[in-house]
């Protein structure tokens, strides 16, 4: 890992003397992570394929002030967390609408976690994936991914603060808020499916 | 027994607790079962599994972007210099933002008291972002001498302290950042803290009851946060120190 940081800062350095196609090796590198954490936040295979184009357009303009101090892969993924939250927040405008017709087939393929467990352990992740997925929509944009960041990318409150550019406390805020909501529509799922 | 908020709770399941937490959790049946609860239900949201992506994902991604991207030129290339630009775009902001935040704590200042500042030659002469810092610090301090003594009961006073937090956050925000690049952490770390009570302050749900005082007085001990800023005063040069602040204090305390 640390032997990669230093590559990374090698081509870092090769992208800003001129060589432009240096970068695909950061973007082949980093593509696939930056894919999983963008779908985990936006729930959505489409929007998380456009957040990790923008992560990287928006990481290629502003290379020149990454600094040196965190790793690139460090520094690329807060990018993608900022353009997977204003994804969301664009789709929860309406202006990147036209996708959610096709969320649910998504989401149906997504869960499908395990194709070799038998039909109702199937069936039966598939009602939990879902209704995971019902809670998670009654979270705002900046709640879901400081949910998921907490929850599922094992971030620190500090890290999430950074990574979404507001103070610790109103990210530790935002995982309680998130936490409470889940938990009541959780709830009402089960009573009445 | 006091019972452990949700929020405590939370925390403690992510690992971001004291250990008093979980000396509770041992003796108090009722929090144990409220953990264990919350356990559960956090325990079974687990993370999608995100759709595979074919080997040569990276570089169909590299394919959908290249083109979009100039090269850099080395040293002074296009890319520099447009980056020059806006660093001298973005000073020029700083200056007016700057003037703008001065002007208007000024006019804030002759607002909460009578006092005039007076100045001479030699302070004039101080740089600018020096001034503001004082400045900032200045009002930050009026700000918190006030929340020690808000009287919540009465919504005159309070509602003041919202909307100067409201107005104080960006100045603190840009100062906060002019601390990091100039690799302060100390002022960084005060500036920090303040960010939080502001921002506590100005975004407090329902506006500011005298729990939420009193929430925001001991969880974010406002008293140290005052005192730190007090010394942090003492070492950025006097600008206008007439005694304002001073007499605000004495003020309250009589």
């Known amino acids: ?193 | 027994m006091k019972h452990l908020s949700k929020e405590q709770l939370i925390e403690h399941y992510y690992g971001e607790d004291g250990a008093d937490v979980k000396h509770h959790l041992e003796i108090c049946r009722e929090c144990a079962d409220a953990y264990a609860a919350l356990g559960r239900d956090l325990g079974a949201l687990k993370a999608p599994e995100a759709p595979d992506r074919a080997s040569l994902y990276g570089e169909q991604v590299w394919g959908s972007i290249s083109n979009s991207l100039p090269a850099y030129r080395a040293r002074g290339g296009s890319w520099q210099r447009a980056g020059l630009w806006r660093k001298i775009g973005y000073a020029a902001a700083c200056v007016l933002l700057i003037a703008g935040a001065f002007l208007t704590g000024g006019r804030w200042e002759r607002k909460q008291s009578p006092i005039t500042a007076t100045g001479d030659d030699a302070q004039i002469k101080q740089p600018v972002v020096l001034v503001v810092l004082g400045d900032h610090l200045d009002r930050s301090e009026r700000l918190l001498i006030e929340l020690k003594h808000a009287d919540a009961s009465s919504a005159a006073a309070v509602f003041p302290l919202s909307e100067e937090a409201r107005d104080l956050l960006p100045a603190n925000r840009r100062c906060r950042q002019s601390a990091m690049q100039i690799d302060d952490p100390s002022l960084a770390s005060v500036l920090d803290d303040l960010d939080r009570v502001l921002a506590e302050l100005a975004n407090e749900p329902g506006g500011l009851s005298a729990s939420a005082i009193t929430r925001l007085q001991t969880e974010m001990n406002t008293d140290g946060l005052l005192f730190e800023i007090r010394v942090l005063r003492t070492r950025v040069p006097d600008k206008n120190r007439s005694g304002i602040v001073q007499s605000r204090e004495e003020h309250y305390e009589n």
């Open chain 1, 1 to 193: 890992m640390w032997q990669m940081a230093e590559n990374d800062h090698a081509v870092v350095q090769a992208i800003l003397s001129g060589d432009r196609d240096a970068y695909r090796t950061l973007v082949v590198r980093h593509s696939q992570s930056l894919f999983r954490l963008a779908f985990r936040i936006t729930g959505n295979e489409a929007d998380a394929e456009e957040v990790v184009q923008e992560a990287f357009l928006h990481g290629y303009q502003k290379l020149d002030s990454f600094q040196s101090r965190s790793s690139f892969g460090t520094w690329i993924y807060r990018i993608a967390v900022r353009c997977a939250l204003d994804r969301m927040d664009q789709r929860k405008m309406g202006v990147a609408g036209g996708v959610a017709e096709e969320i649910d087939a998504q989401r149906e393929s997504a869960h499908t976690a395990d194709q070799s467990a038998g039909p109702e352990r199937l069936l039966l992740s598939r009602e939990i994936g879902s209704m995971q997925e019902a809670a998670m929509h009654s979270l705002t944009p900046i709640e879901r991914t400081a949910f998921v960041l907490r929850h599922m990318e094992n971030l620190t409150t500090g890290e999430i603060g950074s990574a979404l550019g507001v103070a610790p406390n109103a990210a530790k805020q935002a995982v309680f808020r998130a936490v409470q909501k889940l938990r009541r529509r959780l709830a009402d799922l089960r009573e009445n499916p």
